[in-house]
Each structure stands twice: as C-alpha cells, then as structure tokens.
C-alpha cells in the first residue's frame, strides 16, 4: 500500500497501569455502574472526548493532501469510545468490543493501528496496515478480549497517522468490592460542641474482599478509618459530629477502594445552641482579712435534653487559649535554648556551675505548666471548684467559689464557663478585696535621755494587734550608723489575733553626742510598715589615780623596783581603759640581775645588755584594765634598768570609745653600777698532777650601798693555754657592804711551772673586766710491774696459752700505757695491748703464747708508760702436738646430724698445714683395710672416684675422704671432702684415723668419730583424700570450688617438693591464685606449714550428665626418691535420670491393635528431677511408613497325576528355607531387632544411632525382598492365607502422636525413687514406626529413646490344598504331610479343630488324626502336620479337616482316594511328604 507514512515507526511503550480517574460517585451510582456488562457500558458512553497526541509525526512530502483544516494541537481522529472498557467478563469467555474511528478532517487521512502483542488482547484484521479514511467517514476497529482471571487487565491501541500519533487506553475492569453507603446522611439539629453519632450496617455486596479507608472532614469523624471486610460480611461504621459552632455543616464521607475507585456519602448537620445559663454573671465577696477565706456559690442550669460537660477557663475564646498555649510553649523552649547555651557554657567556663540547678529547676516548672491544662482556670486568689465535670439533662450543678486575698488591695479576675451546647463561654466576674494585719506598737517615740558612751542599755516596747489574724512582722535592717548599733528581739515573729509581743531593745552608742532614729517594722500582707522612734544623748566618762607621781630614786642596774597606784572611775559606767608609757624603749624587755647570771658567754658580759634598739624597762600590771562604774583598779608599775641615766616619763591612759591620753601620771628614777673589787689579784695553787684539777677561793668585795652583778668569764684559747680553769659557782649577786668567795678550778696541761691569767666581769660595768693570775707546779705518774721474765714452758702448738703481768699505778693521775714483742713475726701477743691505768689501781695484762713447731721460742716484751719509764719482759716457750689444722670443725668427733637416705651426703673442709716443716698425711677407716695405689705400691693407697664411692659396697665404710693421701708443705691447704650414702635409713658411726711423716718421723696426730643419722623425708598432709561435691540445681550457676591442704614438713630436714596435679584439678595458693604450671619447688624448713588450695572446676566438660574424675596429687621431694600421692576425687552431679533401656521395640503386632510397654527410670542424682517428655520432630530421624500392599494370590490347583510328581513337589515344599524369601528378610531382620533389644542403657549416643541405623537398613532390605518374593510365588503351589485383608488396608498420613504415646508426660522424681514410664504403641494398619522420644531434665540432659513397632496381620501358606491317595488297601494307615508356614511377621497359634482323637498309630477308621493338632509358629517358621487316615471301607471316599489360624477362617484340607481290598492294583500309594510307603 502507497503511503506517506514513515516506514520505521517506534515501538509503542508499555503503559503501567493507566486508568481515568473517575468522577465524585455516590455509593448507589458505583454499585449500579459496576452492575454494567460490556455491552451496557459502551451504550452509556458518555461525552466523546479527543485522545491527547502523545507524538507528533513530520508531514511526508508525498502526502496527497497539503492542507488541513484540523487544529493541528489536536488530533485528527476521534475515537468512539474514547477508552475501551470490558466488565462483568467470565475467565476464558471472549469479549469482543468495536472501536470507530472517525476522521475529523476535511481531507483523506492514512490511519495505522498498532499495538504490542498480549495473550489476552487480540486485533480483529490485519494489523500494521495503512487505511486510507475520507473525511468524515470513520473505520471500525474491532479487539478480543480473553480473560484468564477475573482481574484488571490494561492494554493500548497505537494509531498513527502521517502528523500524529495519540493512543486509546484499553482496560478490562475485574471483580470489585462494593459497600452499600447510602447516599445522603442527615443529622438534623445537634447541640453546639456535643458528640452526636450514628451507627450504620455496612455490607460488602461486591465479588471481591473489600480493602477500603474512610475519610470526611472536621466536624464530623468517622470509625474506623480503614479495614476489611470479605464478600458478604458485614461491619458497623460509626459516624459523629461534633460541632464547635452553631450553623449548618455539610460534607461527604469518602470510601476510598485499595482498587482506586472512590464513593462519597453526602453528611448534612445543624448545631445549635441550648438553653444552659448561669444564674449570675458576677460575684462580689466582703472585705476578706488575709490568709482567710470566703467562699460563695454559683449555679449553673441544664435546661436542654442532653448531658453538658463545662470546663472553667481562664479566657474568653478558643483563639485566646491556642494562643496563650502557643505562648507557653515559647517560654518552654525559650528555657531549653538557656540550657543548651548554658552547657555550652560550663564545658568551657567551669567557675558558673553554681548556676546549673537553678536553671534545671526553672526548665522543669515550666515543663510543669506545658503538662498542665495552660486554658483551665487557675489563679492564686479565686478558686472554681469543680473546675469541670457534667450536667445531667435538666439538672443543675453548684460551683464553689473561694476568695482567699494575700494582700490589703481590691481584686478583680474573670472567668469562663466552656460548656457543651453552648457556643460561647460563660462569663463570671469576680471581685474581692483584702484586708491586711492590724498593728501597731503601743508607743509610737522613746526619748532615752542622756547615756554614756559605749554603754549598754536595755528597754521594752508592746507591739499590739488589733486585727482578727495573725500578724506576721519582720525588723527591716537600719541603713545609718547609728541605727545598727540598735538590737531588736525578736526581729521577726507573729501576733496573734487580738494579742500583743514585747520586743527587747538593746543599745551601746560608740558616739557622743544627740541622735534620733526611726525603725520600721514590715507587716505581712500590709503595704504599711510600723515604726518605732527613739531619740536620746551621748556624754563621755572620768577618771583619776590616788596619788599625784611615782618617784623610784636610785636603782642599782638590772635589780627591777616596783610601785603601786589606783585608778578610780568616777561615771557609773564601765570602762576599758588602756595603759602605756610613751617615753619607755620599743625594744626588748630589760634584762634582770637574776636572768644576768644564767647566762655565762662571754659576749654577754663584754657588752651592754640592750642592743642596737632601746630595751622596755618599765612594766605595768595590767596594761588593760576593765573598771566598773564608781569603781577603782590597783596599777604596778615595775622599773628594771639596763641604763646608767635619769628618769622623767609620764603613765598615760586611754579610755576605749572616749579618747586618747584622758589621764596622765608623772615617773621619776636614777640607775647607778656597784663598784666591785677582788681582795687578792695572784692565787697559788701549789704542786699538781698532770691534768688533775686543783680548787682553791677567789674572794670579791662590794664597797657601795647598793646590790652588784659579776661573772668569772669562760676562759678563751683554752689549746694554747698551760693550765685550765673553770668554777663551779661562775657568777652570782653581791650585796652591798659584803664579800664572797668564787671557787676556781686549775688543771695543768704540761709538765712544770704553770701561770694563766683570769677575767672577772660586773654587770653593767663600762670598760675591762678584773684581771686574776692563777700559778702552779705539775708532775707526771708513778707506775711499776710485777715481773720481768716469763717461762711457758711445754705448750701445745697453735694453741693460745696466757700468763698474766701485773702493772700497778702508784700516783694520782690516770697512767696510759702500751706494749710491744721486741722480735719480728713474734709468736705472742699482749692483750691488751694499750689501756689507762686509774689512780692507785692495778691492772693485769696477758701476754700470750701461740708456737707453730715443735721447738724453744724466745722474745722480750716491751711496756711504754706515757710521761713515765719503760719496762722489758723477756719470754720464752716450748711447742708440741700437730700443726694441721681444719677451717670447720672436724676433729675429734664431727656430728653430721640428720641426711636423707639414698642422697649422698657431702661434707666439705679445707685442711691447712700451719707448720713450718712439710708433712706428708695418710687417713684411713678405723676396721677397714687401706687401699693403695697401683701404681706406686709403697705409698698410701688411693680413693676412688666420687661417683664410686658414693654407694657403698658390703665390707666398705659409708663415709669416705678424698684424698687420702696427700704431703703439704708449709702454710699449703688442701681441699677435703668427706662423701657417704645410705640405701636405708639408718645410723652410720665410724672413725677416721689419719697418720703425719714430719722428716722421718711418723706419728698418729688425728681421730674423728664420724655420726650421722639417716633418715626419709616425712610430711604431714591435712587431708589424705580430697573430694570436691557439687550439686547443680536449675537455679545455680557452677563455680569454681576450692579446698584448702597443708603440708608440714614433720622430719628432722628441711626438703624441696615439686607438686603434680591434672586438670580439671589445679594447685592455688592461699589467695586462690592458680599456680605455674611448670612452678619452682618449694621448699619447707622444719616444722614449716605449707597451706594451700586445690581447685576444682565442675564445668571441665560442657554436657549436663553427672560425672565423677578421679587423680592423683603428685608429693614428689628433690631430696629423696620417695614420692606422696593424695588421691583428688572431683562429683559433679546433675539432675539426670537412668533410663532402663534407650531403646523400646514393640515388635509386630496385629493391625488395629494397642499395646503398651513400659521402662523403669531412676533419678540417679542427689536432688529433684524435673522432667518432660516428647517427640523429635526432625523428618529425617523419626520415620513412619506403610509396607506396600502385596499383589493377591490366586489358589491353584495342588492335585498331581502321578506319585513322581508329587513326590518332586514334596521335595520342594519340604525346602522352602532355601527359596522363600520372607524367611531370608526375616533372617535379615531379626538380627537388627534383636540388637536392638540387647542395647544397654549405658551405651552412649553414637551406639544408639548406629544401631537406629542398622534397624532403618534391616527394614529396607526386608521391604526389598518381600517384594522379590512376589516373583517368586508362582513357583510352588502353596497356599497364603491373610493376604487378602493386607491387600485392602488404607494407607494414611498419622503423626507421631497417633502412634506412640508416653505417660506421665511430666512430672517430678525425687533423689533414689524409680518410676515406670509407659510407651503405648497404636499399631495403624501395616505401619513400620521408628521415632525418637525425648525426655527433657529442667537442669539436665535429654536423653533419647527409640521407639520401635510394627503392625501386620497373620498370614501363612500351605504346600497343599487336597491329598488323593487314590486307590489304598481300606484296611492300611495312610500318612501325609501338610506344611504350614508363617509368611507374615506376627507369631501365630493354629489348631485343628476336628482332628481324630486315636493315636497316629491307629486312627479310627474315616477319621483323620492330624499331629500335632495346635501349637504357635513364629515369624518365617514353618510347622509340618502328620496326617493319618484309614478308609476303613471301600469305595471311594472324600474327607476333610480344618486348619485354623489365629483368628483367621478355617481352611480345608480334603482327604481322598478310594478304598480297595488288598492286591486289587499294583499301583503305589500316594503320600504328600516324602514318608510315603
């Protein structure tokens, strides 16, 4: 087709969902609408509308038409309808719809149709083809519509023309929830600010669950907002209207469908007001006295019909309280903002933190107030009782209104009545006024008078109230001077009503002079103080003394005078006066004659006593003075001079608060100095001793009239000075007109004539000290010995020997004294060898002797006695015995105490030769032969090596030393050791016996009696068995456990001991620390204690079963091979149960059939046991199925046509164990079961899952050959009985809890009690269960049981139906066998019911005995019956015999054959086992 249409045009695009919003509809208009068919919604089509162009196409050149009168905003087609709707559509019926698309243009058009493929939607013609379409003719398009479901389904008609292209919707609306509004919803008139409400039924009578919300506007409301409701259901919806203002209200309830759709109830309301009214506007209370209270009442009446609710605000309108809310709401955040600043704030500036909780206070009354209602009434002066509350119809309700004023003023306030059924609030004006305190004092002004300064006075005033209330007052604080020295008492209290308080005023004015105050008083709940004026004078007070001057005279220096005065005060006020002398000295006090003379330094003597600044020498007692009015004080006034010179100074006093010098006394005085004189200038002490002091008198003379100080003075240079003095009594007091006499001390410190020159010094004396010469003579001492030659004759060598040398001093002095050996390396030596002898004293030095060979020594000893004559002693001595000597003590006898048996034991010491000759050594073991060296056979034999010697050999002293043989020369040491062993302990004495060559001389010259007791270690444990007992209830939580062991170390040794111990045990010190691992030893002195503890962890392991381990506390000493052990014993005990068996196997049972087994289960632990039984539920571990039915077998004939083939088929029935394959599953199965059974309840849970896997593989193979054994069948004629019945169970889907059953499900064992646990086993029809039951222990473990059981039904076979034995001699006893064997998995008994009661040997003629005739055969067994029959008659015969299974119906055996006379054929008998004859 020519066209002028672009020949790519681009793909159309998917719409999502498109759909028109649809017009504002009423509930019944969208019910009707979506009652429409198709059909029905395209004849109401409504007005056409132009389709928008969604792309504008560029005009081809070839187009046939160049002009166009459409709008070109337009589009040129219009579609009719302009959206394709299908409705009420039925799944899988099609729909077809036409749309017409006319041409609006004056000109032909090219029109496309296209759009994309869908399953549902369908184009009726060809598409993508250009249709040519005259103006104003139009072409039909026609689309099918398949719907699957019935839901919505949306779609697109493409059309392009060669300008545009624009699109037609297509929408298949599906099924659709309606609710049955109605349409209008009218309140009539509601009272103004009531909650009117209507209830309405709503049902959904749509075909889909309504999803819908609920929405209208203010004042109307709607419950509930959204919901659900299914086809047919239905639901209440409640709308209310509740006015604020009176008027008409109208507005539309929307339900808004989950589908888009939405409907819209018109609500139409009236409010009105009713006729409520208070029954006064305003209310005026009496003058009211603060802090009480009047009160009134207002009413207010319900005229209307319906119950009001009123509220008391606090304004007039409701713009009035958001606004006041909105305000409130600022200042709460306005708080916030400070405290956010103000944290900022302190983070840097720390000093305002004071701040902090005031303003937390302040953020928290102002959240106080947000909380509370800011609109209701609320003021502190009037009160609205009820604030709120409700007025039943035609009722009143009265309104309490107090009045309680704070202050003497006129109160105002209005208040509001917000009530329902009224628009506007109530007014209710308030007015009050307060009536304060009345009080006054009951004299307004005080004159005091005259007063005197400082002085305290007291005085009372009345305060008196007048008033009907209390009168709280407060002192307001004076701001002048004069004021403050006022005190009021009390400043602040209460006057009761009528009554009246006395208040103490107390005064003392510092000023002189008039004055007037005026004090106030502040009256709660007044704005008029009370006021108080006192008014008065100031004068000051005198005083004099009651003498006109005080004249001291002459004062010796440094001896202190004293004179008294009084001080009379002449006002009748008290006074403290002050007392001083302003011409006295600012320094130090005066010193005094008596302190003069303790101190004996020459420097305070060579000087004046003041120094650089003028010392105090007046005192005055008491320099303060309080004196009573008309009262006196005693004043002393002391002079102690340090100053030659005459006094003039004046005594002033200073009265406090008065002034400065109000009186003054005159002070005259002379201070002079004693001359002193000393009698004898030159004392002669005579002859002394060296350094021995001498005492002689020096005497002092004091002419004048007046007392004198003095003082020897130290003496100075004393190290350059022959002589010294001193005195006892260096300085004291003269009198005057006397004498007295200085003791003086001399010690002469050389030897000759001595002269030393003395100082004597007068306090207060100008110039030199007295000078005094002291002289003498002195001599050293006298000293003698006793001795001058000392013999020591024959004295053992290097060993001390003393002889004593008396020296003796004959004089006065101490002598000093030393001595010294006149020879070199001199074997004696003084002690001691310097000392001081005292006067006429003996003292006895030793001079001692110590040789080092055995020969004569000789030497002289030199005394030296200082200041005197030297003395020689000449010495001498002879040495004998041996110069060897030990470093530790060895010889005669060395006690080694205490050793560890089995530890060598090791005594080392060094052997020095201090002789002067050489000596060879040789030692030996007293009764042991001395063992010599080979290699030089003529010396001493030597020792062995250490490692030999340290175990003796039977016939070998314990103790060795090595070496043995050894030549040391003079001052040569050697190293010794002495080494020993015992394996026992024991007691070893043995003696060593060493033998010296000194020259050529050999003699023994040491023995040493060697002890040593032998022991093992020993230790005390505490306790020799540790166990640790932890019982776990549900509630604990396991804690370490510790238990404290001592070690003490019992034995004679002290030893080291290394500890061993396993986990979940561990070696703690006393605070419960966990020692090292690899830890040092410890070591324990004797008697020492070692405390430890020992912890145990019971939760070593993490399951909760009781448990118990067991190990061994390891004691192992360094000393000694012997090794403790303590046994460590660890009890952690559960709640836990022991279960019988963990596996309970039911067996088979028959179908339908209940059976019930039970297992014994022991709380095994020492506390409660809280259980509950169940079922896991895991699929995979719990299995439940049903064998599959079996095919049905058919009887076949079993009569056979000639003895060999009966004979072969008896053969074969005869072996059935080698090709019946039930028998080999049952072998197969047994096994697992039985194992099973044979579980022991102690196997652990790997044991019980493998044999739960080995029974789950037994019953798999035996479902496996049951099956083969079906191909099998045809092969043997047998007979099965019991199959049918199989055949025709039903298999369901059963839960474990249809199948097994426990009881008790729950309960509680106590500790060491059993109790049976009953398994119930419901046996569904051929069901193979195998569960797991779970026993859970509050606390403990969860054990598991396998629980096992089948159900089947008895089924068996017989190798044959019938016995003909065809023609037999009637007279013989023909036999049989029939085979009867059990095919299923039940245990059966069988019996023959009619069997002959005759022995087999000799049956009744024409009855069959059958043997045995009942008996049980188990599960793939078999049973063999003998049958004996005799015809007893000929002709042929036909009996039977009954076989009876269990329950099952008897089955039939027939007998039969024919009976002849005997040698009538030759034909062998027939039998149906292999016995026949």
Known sequence: MASGLPEKTPPPRLLSRERLKPDTLTPSAFQKEMSLTTKQRLARAKKLTLPPIVQPQAKCETSHHKSSAADPQQSLFQPCPPEVVFQNYTPGQVCEAPVLLRNRDKVSHLLRVTWESSPYFQLVGPDEVHRKVPPGLHTTVRILFTPAENKDYFHKLVCITEREEFIVPIRAIGARAILNFPDQLEFSECPVKCSTKKTLLVCNVGNRTAHYQLSTQSPFSVIPATGALDVGDTVQVTVGFQPLKTGDCSTSLAVHYDTGEDTHTSLHARAVDVPIELDRSSVTFGKTYITLSNRTRVRIHNLSDITAHFQWKAVDTQGEEELKLRQCRRLCQQEKDKLCDFLKELIVNTTRREHFALLIRSLQSERAKVREDPALFKDDI????????????????????????????????????????????????????????????????????????????????????????????????????????????????????YGHKVICISFCLPTLGEFEEQFQFSVAGSRTPVTLTIKGSVV???????????????????????????????????????????????????IGSSDQIRQLSSQSWRKEAHGLMKPREFTISPERVHVFGLGSKDIEVTLCSNTVKDYKLELVVDVDGVGKKVLALTLTARCIVPPLRVLSPVVMFGHCCLTVPSDEKLTLVNDSDFPGCYCLLPQEHKEKAAAWYSSSVPAGIIEAHSSVEIPVTLEAQSLGECSVTAELAVFGRAGSPLEIHLECISHGPVVCVDRRKINFGTIPVLEDRCRPVHVSNHSDIAATFWAE????????????????IPPHTEVSVAVIANVNDTRKFQDEVQVFIENSHTFVISVQAVGTGTTIVTDKPFAPALDLKYRFSCTPCRYEFQLTNKGQRLQRLCWSTEGFRIFRRRARPPGPAGTRSGEDSQRPRPGSPVFKLRPSH??????????????????????????????????????????????????????????????????????????LQYQPVSLKNTCSLPFSIVLNLEKPFLICSVDQQPLPAHSMPVTLDVGEELHLFIQFNPAYEKDLHSRVVQETLGIRFMEHPHVERIPVRGEVYFPNLRLETKAVDFGCIINDTQHMLYMEMTNCSPIPVQYHWSFLTDSQVNTIRFRPQPPKFEWQSSKTETVQESSENSQTIQDPAQEDPAQEALSQENPAQE????????????????SAEQAADAEDSLEAEELSSTALEPQSPVRMRGLRQFSQMEQHNVTVQEVFGVRPLSGVLPPGESQLVAFT????????ARVTALCHVQGGPTYQVVVTGEASCPSYQLDVQEIDWGMQVHTKVLKAKVTLRNTGLLEFPFVVPNSGTGAAAKPPPAVPVVVPTKGSIAPGQQQVLEVYYVPGELGVFRRTFQVQVASLDPVEIVLKGEGISPGTTDDPPWTGGDTAK
């Open 1235 to 1250: 194992n099973s059974d044979q579980d022991d309840s102690d196997q652990d849970d790997s044991d019980l899952e493998d």
């Open 382 to 497: 009037f009160s609205i009782e009820p604030k709120e509350g409700e007025i039943r119809p035609n009722c009143w309700a009265d309104i309490s209104v107090s009045f309680k004023p704070r202050e003497a003023r006129v109160y105002e306030q209005a208040a509001y009545c917000d009530i329902s059924g009224r628009e506007n609030r109530l007014p209710l004006h308030l007015i009050g006024e307060g009536l304060g305190p009345q009080l006054r004092f009951s004299v307004e002004e005080v004159n005091i008078g005259e007063v005197f300064v400082t002085s305290k006075y007291r005085y009372k005033a009345i305060l008196l109230n007048r008033g009907a209330i209390e009168a709280p007052f407060s002192l307001v604080p004076p701001k002048t001077a004069m004021g403050s020295c006022f005190t009021f008492l009390p400043q602040e209290g209460i006057v009761e009503p």
């Open 966 to 1039: 050894m030549d040391l020369r003079p001052g040569q040491s050697v190293e010794m050791v002495l080494e020993g062993c015992s394996s026992t302990a024991q007691e070893v004495k043995e003696r060593l016996l060493c033998d010296a060559m000194v020259g050529k001389t050999k003699k023994r010259i040491m023995h040493v009696d060697i002890t040593c007791k032998f022991i093992c270690p020993v230790v005390q444990i505490s306790s020799r068995t540790i166990t640790f007992r932890v019982v776990k209830k549900p509630s604990d939580v396991l804690t």
């Open 821 to 836: 050996m006149a020879g070199k390396r001199s074997r004696w030596r003084i002690e001691p060898s310097k000392g001081v």
């Open 1321 to 1328: 086993f419901f046996g569904h029809a051929n069901i193979v």
């Open 540 to 590: 000051a007070p005198t005083f004099h003394f009651d003498v006109p001057a005080l004249h001291f005279g002459e004062v010796s220096f440094g001896f202190p005078r004293t004179l008294k005065c009084c001080l009379f005060n002449t006002s009748p006020v008290s006074m403290d006066v002050n007392l001083h002398i302003p011409g006295d000295g600012s320094g130090q006090p005066s």
